[in-house]
C-alpha cells in the first residue's frame, strides 16, 4: 500500500535584494510516493498537486489536510518528462517506450498516444490553446499534433546529433522554441515549420527553454556553464546572462508578470532574477536535485521535484499582479531605460501600464 509522510521542509531562504517575489507562506515536503526523480509537478485548478516521475506513476496529493497521494495513472514506459495542459485537465507525458501520451485527469482515459522519433521524446509541449502538443526527441526535430484530429501537422528539420532536450511554445502559440543539447536553440514559425532564428554563440549544453508571457524573449537553462540566458526575439540577438555560482540550471521558468525568472538545478537551489537587471534578489535551497519545477502564475505556489522523489510545495496567500507588459510603449520604455536604470525603469513601465 502506498504511504505518504509530510513534513515541513528545511529549506534555506537567502535574500539577495528585494522581496518582489514574497515567498514568505507555507512550506511542505510531500514524499513517499515516489521511488525515482520527478520529471513533473504542477498544482491543478481544484488544488490539489500533481506529481509524475521516471517510476512511471502519475499520482495526486489530496488538497487540505490529508495530502494522501492516490496513483491515478501508470505510464507504459519510464516517464522523461510531462506537462499538464493549461486548462488543468489533461496530462502528456514522454516516455521511454518511444511515445508521447495525453491523459484526462479525471477520468484517467488515455487520450492518445503520439509517435515518430526516432527512438523517444524528451520533452513535451502544449499550445496555448491546449489544442496542439508537440515533443522533442534523439533525432534533433520537434513534431506537432492536432488533438482533435490527431494528425501531424508539423515537423521541424532535423538536426543530427542535436537531440531535442526541451520545447515552448510561444505565448500565441505559432512559434516553438527547441532546446538542443550540443549548444544550440532553435526557433520555429509552427505552421509550415519555417526556421526563425538559431543561436549558437556562447551557448553550452540547453536543457530547457521559456517564452516570457509577451513572446518578446527567450531564456535558456545551461546547466554546464551553470547560466541562464535571455535573447531578444525581434532582434534576434542575445541580451545578456544571469550567472551565480553552484548553480547548473535545468530548469528554467518565467513569472506571470514576465518581470522575473526562476532557474532550479543540480545544487538544490531555486534562484530568483529579476529580468530587467539581470540580476538574483533571492534564493532557496535544501531541495535535492531539483529535476521539476513549477510556478503559477499570480506567485502564490512554487513547486520543486527532485531526484530522491521528493515535491516541495510553497504556498502564499496574498496573489501579486500576473498581467505581463506587452504594450509596444511598454517594450520602448523597457529598452531605452533598462540598460541604464532598472529602478526607473520599472516606474516608468507601471505608470504607462496603469494608462
Not at 55 to 69: E, Y
Request: proline residues 4%; contains cysteine.
Amino acid at each position: 500500500m502506498m504511504t505518504s509522510m509530510l513534513v515541513l521542509s528545511l529549506l534555506v531562504m537567502a535574500d539577495v535584494g528585494e522581496d518582489t517575489f514574497g515567498l514568505k507562506g507555507e512550506r511542505r515536503l510531500l514524499a513517499g510516493g515516489h521511488s525515482k526523480l520527478v520529471r513533473c509537478v504542477c498544482r491543478l485548478p481544484d488544488g490539489r498537486i500533481l506529481s509524475a516521475a521516471a517510476d512511471r506513476k502519475v499520482l495526486l496529493w489530496g488538497a487540505k489536510k490529508s495530502w494522501k497521494p492516490q496513483e491515478i495513472i501508470t505510464a507504459p514506459g519510464e516517464i522523461l518528462h510531462g506537462v499538464v495542459s493549461p486548462e488543468g485537465k489533461r496530462l502528456a507525458v514522454a516516455c521511454g517506450d518511444g511515445n508521447a501520451y495525453v491523459y484526462e485527469l479525471n477520468s484517467r482515459k488515455l487520450l492518445g498516444w503520439y509517435s515518430g522519433h526516432k527512438q523517444c521524446p524528451y520533452c513535451v509541449a502544449f499550445s496555448p490553446d491546449g489544442n496542439r502538443l508537440a515533443s522533442g526527441g534523439d533525432d534533433g526535430t520537434a513534431r506537432v499534433w492536432d488533438l482533435a484530429t490527431g494528425k501531424l501537422v508539423a515537423v521541424t528539420e532535423p538536426h543530427a546529433g542535436q537531440t531535442v532536450l526541451g520545447l515552448a511554445f510561444s505565448p500565441d502559440g505559432n512559434q516553438l522554441a527547441l532546446a538542443h543539447l550540443r549548444s544550440m536553440i532553435t526557433v520555429w514559425e509552427v505552421s509550415g515549420s519555417r526556421l526563425v532564428h538559431t543561436f549558437r554563440d556562447n551557448i553550452s549544453q540547453l536543457s530547457a527553454v521559456a517564452f516570457d508571457p509577451c513572446g518578446r524573449y527567450l531564456a535558456g537553462a545551461e546547466p554546464y556553464a551553470s547560466l541562464a540566458s535571455l535573447w531578444d526575439l525581434q532582434f534576434g540577438a542575445p541580451l545578456g546572462t544571469m550567472q551565480a555560482r553552484n548553480q547548473s540550471p535545468q530548469q528554467i521558468v518565467f513569472t506571470g508578470d514576465g518581470r522575473h525568472l526562476i532557474t532550479a538545478g543540480n545544487y538544490g537551489t531555486v534562484h530568483f532574477w529579476e529580468v530587467l537587471s539581470r540580476k538574483e534578489y533571492r534564493r532557496l535551497s535544501g531541495f535535492g536535485v531539483v529535476s521539476a519545477l513549477w510556478a503559477s502564475a499570480d506567485g502564490t505556489s512554487l513547486i520543486t521535484g527532485n531526484e530522491r522523489g521528493e515535491v516541495h510545495v510553497w504556498t502564499r496567500h496574498v496573489k501579486r499582479n500576473a498581467t505581463p507588459l506587452c504594450d509596444t510603449a511598454l517594450t520602448a520604455a523597457w529598452r531605452n531605460l533598462g540598460s541604464e536604470d532598472p529602478v526607473r525603469a520599472w516606474v516608468a513601465l507601471d505608470a504607462l501600464a496603469a494608462r
